[in-house]
């Protein structure tokens, strides 16, 4: 159930669900409340155009991917945890595993296997329990991509059980006990890394962030910089993808906000159902 409420629950409050949210009521209080209706559009408006708009979007996914860089010099460890969702499964008409735009994941986990920065890689992510309609996890489809990257079976273990980041930690931990596993190199979207190392933070394992897949790149977030009017014009205007990345990220925000709250709350000892699982 907390899976499913992680999918859902975030709809009513990101950019598009809370913007149809007040476009509905916008339209049932227009005859009554003409004023309160009109309050209701502009500020849908506004959250259209903040969202859609390449600056806002630039200067928030930059204060989130940028906290951690790739490492800088060479790395070892036990073992490679590769977080899934970097792949989409064999579904006619697609006919083998393909990686999508957060496919950098599991090639960068590949070049540091091949590097020889840890033995093992472990590939963790499952499927939704609600939903049947994937018919392998996110971890198989890492399994079948690295193989044919020439990655050897033997170096691949399979953690196909998680729904959500925090489910990840958890059963991944349970692996690092059985190998006894205590250096770890976390490979995951810049994006994603800062919620993922508080999921993962343990006393018993040192965490290496790897993060790969940024969208703001330096050349991008200058060329963005430029004052000219037409990079302003260019960039103001809202956009579809802008408004994806800017939700992706809000929801990458709300997650720590979630996290945040529990570990308040667990630290003061008071009981309170696991947020920590909201917002895969």
Do not use: C
Not at 126 to 144: D, H, I, K, V
């Amino acid at each position: 159930m907390i899976a499913y409420l992680s999918k859902v629950l975030p709809q009513f409050v990101l950019p598009a669900g809370l913007t149809a949210i007040l476009l509905f009521l916008a339209l049932f209080l227009i005859r009554k409340k003409p004023k309160a209706a009109i309050w209701l559009v502009l500020i849908s408006l506004i959250l259209v155009s903040a969202a859609g708009n390449a600056y806002f979007s630039a200067f928030l996914t930059r204060s989130l991917e940028w906290r951690y860089m790739p490492p800088a010099a060479e790395i070892k460890a036990d073992a490679i945890v590769l977080l899934g969702g970097g792949t989409e499964a064999a579904d006619t008409p697609r006919q083998m595993v393909e990686v999508n735009s957060a496919g950098d994941r599991v090639l960068y986990a590949a070049q540091l296997y091949k590097a020889g920065a840890a033995p093992l890689i472990i590939l963790s992510g499952g499927n939704m329990s609600y939903s049947q309609a994937r018919g392998t996890t996110p971890a198989e489809e890492m399994q079948a991509f690295l193989l044919g990257l020439g990655i050897p079976q033997e170096a691949l273990v399979l953690q196909k059980q998680s729904q959500n980041t925090a489910e990840d930690a958890f059963f991944t931990k349970a692996i690092f006990a059985e190998k006894e596993i205590r250096t770890v190199i976390l490979v995951t979207s810049a994006a994603h890394m800062p919620r993922a190392l508080m999921m993962f933070a343990s006393p018993e394992i040192s965490l290496i962030p790897a993060p790969v897949d940024y969208t703001v790149t330096l050349r991008s977030w200058e060329d963005l910089m430029r004052w000219d009017w037409k990079t302003i014009l260019t960039h103001v205007m809202p956009d579809g993808s802008t408004f994806g990345q800017t939700t992706l990220i809000m929801r990458e925000y709300l997650g720590i906000f979630f996290y945040r709250v529990k570990f308040l709350w667990d630290s003061l000892d008071i009981k309170l159902p696991s947020l920590s699982g909201l917002l895969r």
